[in-house]
């Protein structure tokens, strides 16, 4: 299987109106990041990656676990292994998208094999993402690597079984 061209896509539009005294300015801006804007080309290096998935699941009060080694999905149904079979493999994108319009859902590390890809940590990852919140990674040189210690985390939802998509971009098996 060979990957397409995978780009990753984010920016921020905005723009403030004020008063000072008399007049009124309004000011507005777009950020796109230029580095954003290169997508991942299929191969192993700098810029690369070899698989692309995505995911969606209900992450209940009870958690589930995403075992970067194993993640099952994706648009041919097969297994994925992050670590490259142990070779260096690495999360070159990785977006969490909470689908539910009531609960949170919290990112989290397990006691053991915690993935170090959020903080450089194996442990004390805590990130809430709020209904309709994201959280995004891109990390395109070296990506984060993933390895047989270095391979999991956790989606906790608040209440229910809030839905999650979880789309990923990397080097793997």
Not at 19 to 43: D, E, K, M, R, Y
Not at 62 to 87: E, H, P, Q, Y
């Amino acid at each position: 299987m060979s990957l397409n061209n995978t780009t990753f896509s984010a920016y921020l539009q905005s723009g403030e109106t004020n008063a000072f005294g008399a007049v009124t300015a309004t000011a507005s801006f777009t950020h796109q990041s230029a580095s954003i804007a290169t997508p991942l080309t299929n191969g192993t290096g700098s810029g690369q990656a070899n698989h692309a998935m995505e995911v969606t699941g209900a992450a209940g009060t009870g958690g589930v676990t995403i075992d970067l080694t194993a993640v099952t999905g994706g648009l041919d149904g097969k297994t994925r292994d992050f670590s490259n079979g142990g070779a260096g493999g690495a999360i070159k994108d990785l977006i969490i998208e909470n689908l539910d319009a009531t609960n949170t859902i919290t990112v989290t590390q397990p006691v053991s094999n915690g993935w170090t890809g959020f903080s450089g940590a194996a442990t004390g990852f805590d990130y809430p993402i709020e209904p309709g919140g994201v959280l995004a990674l891109h990390s395109p040189v070296n990506g984060r690597a993933v390895g047989s210690t270095n391979k999991s985390f956790t989606l906790t939802g608040s209440a229910g079984s809030p839905q999650y998509k979880l789309s990923l971009a990397g080097i793997g098996a």
